[in-house]
């Protein structure tokens, strides 16, 4: 049974507006962050209702959990790693959450949050929650962490560095990860039980070795550690560096795959059908410094995909 939520529990979440938000510390030699494509957060008012929507002044937060899909909840949470956090996107080796295809408020990227809430109401109703480096482990702590906001919905990207190791050996087993997603989903509906969750999918890790070994500047960003399973040796064309990128693209594949599996499950829960690592990125939906991470384009892309699978009728 799914915990209620305490008077204790709704105080806490009673922050002013106007706070300023933790900032994830930026990593910058732990590149080997997410796949070319991340996550948002929303903060609600304490007084909400299960929706997610602001209720009347003086309201107790709902404990009844949501019985179906909101395609307009009135706020966003994220969680992920750098893809979500917008890494490269601004400048090299930092991130930048402002373009983040989740929740960032800029107008040339127009992010989930943009489109869902209106550019005015994205401070104080989305918050990137989202850590570079950040692997599936740590998802249900970050599901901890935006569940304190009582979103309407919180989006999910997660796995590319779970994929993104030393070796393929190191690659997270497919078990673990679907342990690490459940109990994720677990935390959040006891937490904040009328939260709905977008998941979206990797991006085809493959794709974007193919575009970034076209760019000597690409190649020697690479060697300080991004997505070595992938990207290590990005010239060789030997059976051992084909299979190699073979099975962290059927890794990928495999992550995907669970999430749909776990989501189809949950009445709360939406996944992209695969749209993102579907995505034929371009050149210049990659950043100019890594070649790996969306640029402000690739988020914006993003963004367009999230906004059209979760507003769908269905």
């Known amino acids: 049974m799914r915990k209620v939520v305490t008077a204790a529990r709704v105080l806490r979440a009673r922050r002013p507006a106007g706070r300023a938000l933790p900032r994830s510390r930026r990593r910058a030699g732990r590149v080997l962050a997410g796949a070319g494509a991340a996550a948002l957060l929303a903060l609600l008012p304490a007084c909400s209702g299960s929706s997610g929507r ?5 309201e107790v937060a709902s404990t009844r959990a949501a019985t179906g899909w909101d395609r307009s909840p009135s706020s966003v949470a994220a969680v ?4 979500t956090r917008g890494f490269d996107a601004c400048s090299v080796l930092a991130d930048c959450p402002a373009v983040s295809w989740s929740t960032g408020g800029e107008k040339d990227v127009d992010s ?4 869902l809430l209106g550019g005015k109401n994205v401070e104080g109703h989305a918050w990137n929650l989202a850590k570079s480096g950040a692997r599936a482990e740590a998802l249900p702590e970050q599901m901890k962490a935006a569940a304190e ?3 309407g919905l919180v989006t999910v990207l997660i796995g590319a560095n779970d994929a993104c190791r030393s070796d393929v050996d190191a690659m997270t087993p497919v078990d673990e990860y679907r342990a690490d997603v459940e109990k994720a989903l677990d935390t959040l509906h006891e937490r904040a039980p009328g ?5 979206s999918s990797i991006p085809d890790l493959k794709r974007l070795w193919e575009l970034g070994r076209t760019s000597d500047l690409g190649k020697e960003v ?7 399973s992938m990207l290590k040796d990005p010239d060789a064309l030997d059976r051992a ?9 059927q890794r990928v594949a495999e992550y995907n795959s669970t999430v749909q599996e776990i989501c ?3 009445k709360l829960c939406r996944d992209d059908g695969g749209a993102a690592n579907a995505t034929r990125f371009t050149a210049s939906e990659l950043s100019r410094w890594d070649w790996f991470h969306p640029s402000r384009e690739g988020q914006a892309t993003l963004a367009r995909i999230a906004y059209e699978r979760i507003t769908a009728k269905r």
């Open 54 to 58: 602001p209720g009347p002044p003086g």
């Open 80 to 83: 992920g790693d750098s893809i």
């Open 112 to 115: 989930l949050a943009r489109r």
């Open 149 to 151: 906001h009582d979103p």
């Open 195 to 199: 939260a709905r969750v977008y998941f």
């Open 222 to 228: 690479w060697k300080l550690g991004i997505c070595p």
């Open 241 to 249: 560096a084909t299979e190699r990128r073979d099975k962290v693209e």
């Open 264 to 266: 189809a499950k949950d």
